[in-house]
């Protein structure tokens, strides 16, 4: 399987502890989104990647929360001291480069965050 | 990026067209318009762009009106399978000097293909 890998699939813990999500993108692909979607709603944008370096991140991004990229390639989103709130389905994404105007966002399935 | 209005839900009978209507009466001129899917449990998936053209691919078209503030997609066959929500979505050309692609998402129309 060549498309966005997401690992793991579903996490649950406790309020409080630290949490950790791995997307690995299509290969060759410099670009790469995190995004939040709470059930009923469309995803919401967290972060975005051009090869390592974190070029935006939305406001949505408080201090719990941490994403890296360190080789440009694998990307990590990182929730400490983990809340209620931060349940939901975590969403990674990439795209090519070479397409200067237009282009499409390749989905992951998701890492699905239940805190209790 | 310009905001857009879908209708909550749709359905639609296997095998007629699905024409699913989007408004994003500010949009700008440099703004293309997207159409995205997201099947239960899964992430979304890229369906079809356009600028100002109808654009037609292996999955749906895209039919968008002269003065480009709506926009129709259309499944030319719905199956059971396209039963899904479907997001429409404008934005700024890629221009890595002050705009990143990032996607603003709505609530989509939530389209049911019935038997």
């Known amino acids: 399987d060549t498309g966005v890998s997401q690992n793991p699939r579903h996490k649950i813990t406790k309020r409080g502890q630290n949490v950790t999500f791995r997307c690995d993108p299509i290969s060759e692909h410099n670009r790469l989104y995190w995004y939040r979607q709470t059930l009923g709603q469309g995803p919401e944008f967290l972060t975005y990647?051009?090869?390592?370096?974190?070029?935006?991140k939305s406001r949505l991004l408080s201090d719990r929360f941490s994403a890296e990229r360190p080789k440009g390639s694998f990307s990590t989103l990182e929730i400490q001291r983990t809340e209620q709130g931060d349940s939901a389905m975590y969403l990674c994404?990439?795209?090519?480069?070479?397409?200067?105007?237009?282009?499409?966002?390749?989905f992951g399935p998701g890492t699905r965050l239940t805190v209790t | 990026d310009a905001k857009t209005t879908q209708p909550p839900s749709m359905d639609c009978a296997e095998g007629r067209a699905a024409n699913l209507p989007c408004n994003h009466s500010t949009i700008s001129g440099n703004e293309y318009v997207y159409w995205y899917r997201q099947i239960h449990s899964q992430g979304p998936q890229y369906i079809i762009h356009g600028l100002k053209n109808n654009e037609t691919n292996e999955m749906a078209s895209l039919i968008i009106t002269e003065d480009r503030k709506s926009s129709t997609l259309i499944l030319p066959h719905a199956t059971l399978r396209d039963t899904a929500v479907y997001y429409c979505?404008?934005?700024?050309?890629?221009?890595?000097?002050?705009?990143?692609?990032?996607?603003?998402f709505g609530q989509g129309t939530i389209l049911t293909v019935h038997p």
């Open positions: 990647f051009q090869n390592e370096a974190q070029l935006e």
């Open positions: 994404a990439s795209s090519p480069t070479f397409r200067t105007e237009s282009y499409e966002q390749y």
């Open positions: 979505i404008v934005r700024v050309a890629m221009n890595p000097g002050t705009s990143y692609g990032k996607l603003t």
